[in-house]
Every structure is written in structure tokens, then in C-alpha cells.
């Protein structure tokens, strides 16, 4: 069974910078494609940003030049790094892993920016 713990969100001003994390329990890790989603209240979860067990990365337009998705195979670990941060980016942020047909998400981590 995998298991996904976020941690890193918080409250940030406009134009600020937060870095998320995603620890992997299990395996299969460095297989799998990793991947950021999020979802503001009242609105679907988004796809931010994936990474591929190549490193191949994806981003939604309207965060490229500003996030970087990274990963760390050694820790099982995926990060989201964030920058130029905006309003609109306010939302619970989810840790994906993708396997196969199968899907694996963590609890989520609240990301609020405002002054």
C-alpha cells in the first residue's frame, strides 16, 4: 500500500515562495509518475504540474516560469517548488502518484496566498 504525506503549505504573501513536499511510502516510487493537482473551494482539482519516472516534466500554463516540479528517487520524495506566488494560486494542493491504472493521493496541503 502507498501512502503520500504533503507538508510545506501555509500562508504566503503575493509574489512570495513556498516549496511542497511529497514523502512515498513503498517501492514503487521511482517508477511511477509523480504529480501536483489542486483544488480551490468550488472549483474541480487541476492538474499544477507531473513528473515522469524520466524526469520528463508538464506544467499548466499558468504556473509555468513559476513552479518547478522536482524529484528525489533516493527519498521518494516529489517537491513542488513555487515562486511569484498569486491569489488565484490559493488552494488545497494534492500529491499524486501514478502507476499503471492506478492512482495514489495524499491528504492535501493548504496553500493560501494574501496579503
Known amino acids: 500500500q502507498v501512502q503520500l504525506v ?17 514523502a512515498a511510502s513503498g517501492n514503487i516510487f521511482r517508477i511511477s509518475r509523480m504529480g501536483w ?3 480551490a473551494p468550488e ?8 513528473i515522469t519516472s524520466g524526469r520528463t516534466t508538464k506544467y ?3 504556473v509555468k516560469g ?3 516540479i522536482s524529484r528525489d528517487n533516493a527519498k521518494n520524495t516529489v517537491y513542488l517548488q513555487m515562486n511569484s506566488l ?3 494560486d490559493t488552494a488545497v ?3 499524486n502518484l501514478h502507476l499503471s491504472a492506478s492512482d495514489y493521493w495524499g491528504q492535501g496541503t493548504q496553500v493560501t496566498v494574501s496579503s
Open 66 to 68: 513559476r513552479f518547478t
Open 86 to 88: 498569486k491569489p488565484e
Open 93 to 95: 494542493y494534492y500529491c
Open 43 to 50: 472549483k474541480q482539482r487541476e492538474l499544477v504540474a507531473t
Open 37 to 39: 493537482y489542486r483544488q
Open 6 to 22: 504533503e507538508s510545506g503549505g501555509g500562508l504566503v504573501q503575493p509574489g512570495g515562495s513556498l516549496r511542497l513536499s511529497c
Open 60 to 62: 499548466a500554463d499558468s
